[in-house]
């Protein structure tokens, strides 16, 4: 039987993210996924609050954080990795492929000024399929892209941490339409989850929006309700189906309301650049690209 890890959930209601600390029971070891950084649009200014809360709730309960994990890299939140590692500890990691997100959004944040090659940011990349442990619960780190190319999934004990891989059934599924994100690729993605793992599998969302379907957020769902009831990926749904519904539905979306910082932030892993010859750090906002 697969170990099950304690999870506990945390709502970042500005953004729609949740963000998790994920423990062994045995040896109180934990890991954080996609904590957020809060961030005012109108006056530039950052805050650990929310980040806090999850240091807060880490310390009152004891453990020891391992892992910061990123599922991928976001466009509508800025990442509060670094906050959790200055206060509590742990290695910052994401997919391996983040170095093609780079590239996605090279030409428009001008990356040769801002963001290096390599580990900038984060302390360990995963390979698909690659294991880990978290104390003594078995851990791997499936590639799930479409949404973007460095998209994973971090299968824990009886929990795999999805991030925008799939939502909640009757929200359906992720955009495809950033630099570098295809709807072909995510429907194998979300396939690939749901045809290999089990069926009792909890899943744990990265986002929800409860509100648009007059409900409270919920942050957990399971393999075999996606496959029954998921509005865009159900069993029956074919690939050209699937992509033909996303494809269309995405010409209709706007940009993320905090993509341009959030991105610019997250591709190294959320550390701001270096302070210029005047002392300030600055992120750029490219006109008529997008």
Known sequence: MTAAPCVESFYHADSGTFAYVVSDPGSQTAAVIDAVLDFDTVTGRTCT???????????????????ILETHVHADHISGAPAVRKRLGGKIAVGRRIDEVRAAFR????????????????????????????????????????????????????AAF??????????????????????????????????????????????DYGAA????????????????????????????????????RDATLGLPRLMLPSVQLNVRGGQPPEPDETGVRRITIPLDYF
């Open 162 to 207: 999805v991030g925008d891989t799939i939502f909640q059934p009757d929200m359906g599924t992720a955009r495809c339409d950033f630099p570098g994100g295809d709807a072909r690729t995510l429907y194998r993605s979300i396939r690939k989850l749901l045809d290999t793992l089990p069926a009792e599998t909890r899943i744990f969302v990265c986002h």
């Open 49 to 67: 609050n929310f980040a806090d809360r999850i240091c807060d709730w880490v310390e009152q309960q004891g453990l020891t954080v391992e892992w």
């Open 107 to 158: 030409d428009a944040f001008g990356y040769e000024k801002i963001v290096l090659p390599g580990r900038e940011g984060f302390d360990h990349f995963f390979a698909d399929g690659e294991t880990f442990a978290l104390g003594g619960l078995e851990a791997r780190y499936i590639a799930t892209p479409g949404h973007t190319p460095a998209c994973g999934t971090y299968v824990i004990g009886d």
């Open 213 to 248: 379907a007059n409900r409270d957020p919920r942050a957990e769902t399971s393999v075999a309700e996606e496959r029954r009831k998921n509005i865009h990926a159900r069993d029956g749904v074919s690939e050209d189906e699937f992509v033909e519904m996303r494809e269309a």
